[in-house]
Structure formats: structure tokens, C-alpha cells
């Protein structure tokens, strides 16, 4: 399968150029970045492009793609209800071309959710803990607010109550944050990456998932896995979830 | 749901009573041992049976609730295929009526089984250490063994090829165990009771899935949703995790 | 050794029988409760009391035991400097008799929080992770305060400055409380007992150090422990950590 | 302090190189590589050197700097016992100068050895669980060795017999590798770097002191402690744990 990859000279494409060349069956053809020519993607005969740029051009990129039908992967951010809906028009007009918008190409992210999701109904209690280097800006990340909101939905689905807590006396902070009732911690500490832990527990029992993103690379097995797929699934995608089959 | 137990005055089945008594929607209306008239379970009205109780005795007593109607619950161990088929006899002449006979009634252990199966197919590297007090006597434990049978069978279907592993100079049993191509490794620790980690690794990334179980109160949960979804379930079924609705 | 039990009937009193009975070199000889005559230590010849009792009557217990020469191992609460000092003008008045006053007889938590302290002079991050059972009423832990302290502590002592942090934009509670400078975070979590994380880091690296209390009784090592080097520690010693050889 | 780097353009001593230039008190004043004239050491006034190089050439360079008054701090390999006899030798001719040799610079892996041994006599049961990058040719690693080898001198200097183990039917290798009475297990799984867990028991609870080492410049903190340290401990000393105030 011939790969270009578009913000090829980015931190992230450069790993993603990397990548494309060393796994079987994909050919790196086309690396293009800001100021070059995005028509050597037809010359070199891309099939599918990896789009790590950036909100302001990512729409031109991709409607270049489409309409001269070569599928995209793509890890930029910015996408709201209405560039979904643009691009849903486009693909209407180029029936098998496939596009995956993917917040998140962390494999080990997404399985992790879904673990948790599906383990959810069954523990009375559930609790998270993320941890992450001292640099990072916000807390608790993303990845953890959307855990809690899925293990939020499988309780309500479940016909579950609020999680068992008797603390009356506490040091404020002390219990977390709270998301959609599910307790989130997160710890800033030096020396780590990106981590995260789903505690559940029932009686005399406890089940813990855990993920550990060790080094930034962790994002190219699941760009790969988007690159080998989207061909198969024409039309918009929107999460990397949806290509992986889990049952 | 009106419950009995066979087996009532063992560890097991004290336990067993316990939790059907404190349970939301079932109530305890027969316990029956060894020398009590089993036609109590009739007298009662019990509509579900829980036995764990002893290979000698366990099918007399699922003879006799399958021809009263009365369905069961069984973790009592020595089922051979023979004595399933046997019990496949019975039931055939009794429609409606269902029998759960479970290896393990632990639902964290049945999760992390199926979660590690789930995963197996995206990552390179995949590795299981059980935990358990200095007292048992087998190594690996069942579970791990089990589900070292499962991650594999799962990587094959995958298309997967063997796990990689450089090591060219070892102690004997540094590398654990190899179950169907999987390494096992098992500790032995006062104070712990059974445990089990899954760690699964490929590029830059770990998926860890653990199951903690810390008191033999454990396995209630699973026996409580085993007796709420029996009548469900006519015939025979093997296994508890075929009762829960994971995907 | 012949030991003597007060509170002998209580729960942790029972405990602290059956571990006395068990162990090599120490003979229960007194089981003493409210209401019986604590006249029988002296009759069965105890050579060292063990006291889990109330506050109402741990000072009458311990005026009779220092007043006969029977050295005390004391785990029952109420401990303020005025009885500290009571106890030390006792003891002032009967050389060679030794009491131990203990607010944690879990060795493993003494040398988790020991560990910490001398660890934190060398991290640039640590943050301290609780887990208990949803029934407990404060938090964090009392030993996850101490802890706290004590990590705090080292850092001020060795110069160091706040541990690095650059969220700006934070859910409440999502960083924990502060005790001291020194994030803490407490779960709830059905099917836990009692369990602390101290995470360290530093660049490239981290430094974890764990206490899982896994069943109530957990203290008897270190009672017995005091038991044994009671009688080499005249006077009055409080806290376990002075008994036990850590350099 | 000014520092010189020998094998400055290797992979471990250019990251030296930038650990020196950021640390505050240390500057870097001279950069030597194969080839390089070992004079510059001289004119550039370095007070301490860091030495990581080849066996080949790592003796002619500490004889040079001990001649000069100059201080090492050496991560070379290749040092036995004759060569530390011949180093001891140049420096009994050299009062002041401190030469430091240490096989491991991760201030973590002391520090969890450290604590592995003193925790070593409280506790049953005790084993070692390393976890490394499948590219590793050796297992188990030579810190789960040294480990096991503390560990079991501190138990027997208490006195400790054999760990507690009933396992009587065991797959090869289930139990691991046995280091001097100690188990000790393994893993090698992609995406991990170097890690350990020593995990120790005792009735109703356990410890657990883990090493993660997510980078290789997790060797940085300890180069510069010894760079920091050597000037004040004159003659050889062979150890980072050494230099390291822990009690």
C-alpha cells in the first residue's frame, strides 16, 4: 500500500514516515510539508495519506484527498460538528473513499476504555488515576474524563446506583475530582509519560487496566492500523475504535 | 427467587448461604447437607439450587432437581465430559429448566480472560504472572494456564508469530514457564491470596490487566449472578462468563 | 516468653492469642477481659503483657503491670503527652521495666513511610496514592498524612524546593489534597482493605514503594515483634519503628 | 565545579555532556573522544572528570587524571580486582583525589536494593520480578541478581530460613530462577526499558519496591551526584550507593 504523509517534517510525521517505511506492506511515496506541492500525492500514486498538520490547512489537505480519491488517516485536531459535516458531504460525492479522524491513535488508550466500559456494570465500585509528567497543563486528562464518562453510561445503563462512600471528614481534594460520579485522580510526576489506571472493585475482589505510554511513538501501531483499514471502510470514521474488532 | 443450597454447612456453601440472604431480590429457603432429605428443596418451593457440595454426591442431586424442575447452580468440581453428557440427557427431557456448571465463579478472573483474549491480536509481546500464597501446590495456576490457552489461540488467529524474546544466556526458569508459546510466572507470597497480571506490550506502549482477589467471599457475586440468570438459560451451560453480556 | 492478653475476647485481642499461641518462643499463660481479675497475670507468671483494651482503663492495666515488674506492649488509643509523661514517671520509679505504645503495629507501613523519607531527598516529584474500603470515614489516611509530613519533611531538609507542577487548568480535587506541600489522593473501592503507593520520580525514572494490608491481621508480626523486644528497651518507647534494626 | 567528559560524542557521554551544561554548579569545560588530545583536560581546568569509554583505554585515562589531581567519576566497564589494585595503588600516591567506579549510576536501583535488604529479614516470603525490553540478551538482569544476592545475605544474617513454598506439581520454569535461595522471574515485553519489583510477604500483608527506568538518561541524576560527591571522598571508591547519605 503506497503512504503519503502530509506535516511529514512535524515530530509526529517524521515517526509516522518512520514507521510507514519500516512495517510490512506499506511504501512511504510522498513526504510534503508546509510550502510544498500537495499534487506530488497523485504523481507518486498514494493510496492512502496520513494527515498530522494542522486545523488551519487540514480541511484543504482533505478535500484534496477526496476528490482525487485517495483516503486519509488523519491525527489533526480541531474537527467539530460542522467540519464533520462538510466532509461527510464530500465523501457523499466519492463513494469509496474512506476517511478516519482519530482523536486518540493510542491502541492501548482504546482498549483500555472499552475494558473498562464493559467491566463497569459488574463492580460496585470504580474509581480512576491518571499520571502524567509535571509539565502537562491540565488535570485530569482527557483520556481519563472520557473514561469516566463511559464507565458513567455502563452504570446508569446497568441500572447502578452511586458508588459506595462513607468519608465524612476530609482534607478537601482529597476524594479527586468528581465526572459524571466516578472519583478521577491524577498525579504529575517527573520522569513519567502518559499513564492511567481503572481501579473496580466488588466484594473481596478487585480488577485493575492499566496503560502505560511509555515513549511518544506508541501513536504509530494504531496510524498503522488505520492506514491498512480505512480502505475498507468508506465514508467518515470518527474514532480509531471503530476499526479495531474487539468481539 | 426462592433458593436452596446443597452443601450448606461447608465453607463454600455457609458463604453462599450468607449472600443469598443479604441479596436484593432472593431468599434462603432451604440449606441441605450431607444426611438431610433432599425433598426439602421441593417442600420449599425452591425455584433455583446452588451445590457445591462433593463429586460423589453432586449427580444425584442435579438427577433430582432436573426432574423437580428446580434449576442449579454448581460449582462442585469433577465434571468429566461423560457426566456433562449425561446431564445433556436429562435436560433434554426436561425443557426450561437450566444448569450452570462453572469452573470458576470469579468474575474479575472470567473479565481478565476474556480482556487479555481481546488484546492479545494488537500487541507484540505478551506475558502472565500469577500471584498466589506459599500453600498451593501446583504452579502455574489453573487461570493462568487457561488463559495463557486463550491469549495464544487468540495470536494465532491473528496470524501472529511467536512473542519476541532475544535471550541467549539464562538462569534456568529466569524466562517462567511456557504455556502454548505464552511465558507464565508464578510467585508465592504470604500474605497475598490469588492474583494475576496480563502484561501486554508492544511499541512504546503496556496494557496491564490485574485481578486482585483478597478474601474467598469472592466468588458470591458470581454465584448470585449465576442463580439470577439460570431460569434464562434452559439446558446446559459451561461456564459462567456465557451468561455475561460483555460485548 | 509467657505472655499475658488484655482485651483478650475483643477482636484484636483474639487475634493477638492465637498469634502468641502460634509463634515460636512465646507461651500464652493469661487471657484477661473487663470484668475478670487482673490479678492472674502475676499468678501465671507473665513476663510481658500485650494491651488492646479501652482508653478508660489502659492506665490502670499499665499502673499495675509497671508496679509488678511485667513489661507492656500497648496497642489501645488515647495516648496524649500527659499520660506519656504519667506513664514516664511510672516507669522513672521501676528500672528495667520496659512499655512499648504503638499507634501502628503494621511493620510493613512503618518501613513504607521510613523508605519514603529517605527516598525523597533524591526525587524531584513524589505524590502519596491511599486505597481503602468505601466504609472508612476520613481521608486521606492517617498514615497518608504521616507519611506526608515525613516526606516533607526530608525535601525542606535536604533543600529542596516545591515539587514541579504546571497545571493550569484543573477540575477540583483532581490534584489531590495537600498536605504539607505533598499531593495525597484517596480511593474508595470495594473489596480493598487498607493500601498506600508512594510514587517518586525523577528525570528518566521512578521510584514506587507499596504496602498492601490484605487482612485485619496483619498487626500480629509486629506485635509480636514488640513482644520479643520489649524486655531489651527499658523506659518508655513510642512507635514500633524504634524496635525494629533499620540501618 | 568544572567538568571534563571522556568519550563525549558515545551515546551515555553526550547525554553527560548535556546533564553537566544544564546542572546548576557544574560546567562543562571539555569534551574528549577517541582521538582527542587528553591534554585539553588540563588547560581547561577541569576539576573532575566523567569517565565513560572502553576498557581498552579507561586505565590510561584515570592514570592521567590521578597524576593530575583531576577527580573521576567512571561508568566504563571491565573492572576486576586487579585493575581496582592498581587504581588504589595511583592513589595512595595522590591524597585528595577521589576516584569513584560504579557499575550502576540509577540512583533508583540503589536506593530499591537498599530497601529490598533492609525490609529483607520482616517479612516470610520475598521474591523478584524484572521486566525488560525483548531486545535483552540476559536473564535474569544483573540488578535482579545483585538483588537477590543482598536479600538473601540479610536473611540469613537474621537468621531466616528457606522461603515458605508447597508447590509440588510445577510447569519448568513456573517458579522462576533460583539466585541464592531467592526466586526470581523475567518478563520481556516491547515497549517496556528496564524495570524491577521486589515483592515481599508476611501474614496479612506485603511490601513492594519498584523500579521504573523509562529512559536512558535515567542514569543522569546519578552521574551528576557523583560528579558533586567525589571530591569530598578521596581514594577509590567503588559504588554510588557510597556516596548516597540514606540513614
Avoid at 28 to 35: I, P, Q
Avoid at 200 to 224: A, K, M
Wanted: include cysteine.
Amino acid at each position: 500500500m503506497k503512504v503519503g504523509v502530509l506535516g511529514a517534517r512535524g515530530k509526529v510525521g517524521a515517526e509516522v514516515c518512520r514507521a510507514v517505511e519500516e512495517a510490512a506492506g506499506t511504501e512511504l511515496v510522498a513526504r510534503v510539508d508546509a510550502g510544498d506541492d500537495i499534487g506530488v500525492l497523485v504523481e507518486s500514486g498514494a493510496e492512502v495519506v496520513v494527515d498530522f498538520t494542522h486545523p488551519d490547512v487540514v480541511m484543504d489537505n482533505l478535500r484534496f484527498c477526496v476528490e482525487h480519491g485517495i483516503h486519509a488517516v488523519v491525527g489533526t485536531t480541531g474537527f467539530d460538528e460542522e467540519r464533520l459535516a462538510t466532509l461527510r458531504g464530500w465523501l457523499a460525492d466519492a463513494p469509496g473513499v474512506g476517511v478516519l479522524v482519530a482523536p486518540n491513535f493510542s491502541i492501548g488508550a482504546i482498549l483500555m476504555m472499552r475494558f473498562a466500559a464493559a467491566a463497569a456494570s459488574f463492580y460496585e465500585s470504580v474509581e480512576i488515576v491518571e499520571l502524567h509528567h509535571p509539565d502537562k497543563a491540565d488535570a485530569p486528562s482527557g483520556t481519563a474524563r472520557r473514561t469516566a464518562e463511559l464507565v458513567a453510561a455502563a452504570r446508569r445503563e446497568a441500572g447502578l446506583g452511586p458508588v459506595p462512600d462513607a468519608t465524612s471528614t476530609s482534607l478537601d481534594g482529597a476524594r479527586g475530582a468528581d465526572v459524571d460520579g466516578i472519583r478521577v485522580h491524577g498525579l504529575r510526576i517527573r520522569g513519567l509519560v502518559a499513564h492511567q489506571e481503572v481501579v473496580l472493585g466488588g466484594v473481596g475482589e478487585t480488577l485493575t487496566i492499566r496503560h502505560d505510554s511509555l515513549d511518544r511513538s506508541s501513536f504509530s501501531p494504531g496510524v498503522l492500523a488505520g492506514v491498512r483499514a480505512v480502505a475498507a471502510h468508506p465514508g467518515l470514521t470518527v474514532g480509531l475504535e471503530h476499526y479495531l474488532d474487539l468481539d
